[in-house]
């Protein structure tokens, strides 16, 4: 079993930035892909932000020229640098792990990291 564990997250101010990092607890060798999902109440979960094995990146409309994802192989970890953030950022917050494990795909997800943004 991975686990993966988040951190960053709190309370900012409209306008502010935050950055998340997930920490995995396996090497990202055989990874597939990373993600960062999240979750306002009463939403459906939604992705954020996807960065492959070979680095091509991918966002929501909505955060786009806001937030970047980056990974840091030697620390098996995924950061999402948010910035210029909106009270519509607030949710919690997924990081996932897909790690290519024959014959299929390995699915993992972080406990979820909150992320609170004031007026």
Known sequence: QVQLVESGGGLVQAGGSLRLSCAA???FFSLNALGWYRQAPGKQRELVAVITT???TNYADSV???FTISRDNAKNTVYLQMNSLEPE???LYYC???F???PGISDYWGQ???VTVST
């Open 64 to 66: 786009k020229g806001r």
């Open 112 to 114: 979820g990291i909150q």
């Open 89 to 91: 950022d607030t949710a």
């Open 96 to 98: 996932n792990v897909k």
């Open 100 to 102: 290519r494990d024959y």
């Open 25 to 27: 607890s396996r090497s």
């Open 54 to 56: 070979g680095g091509s």
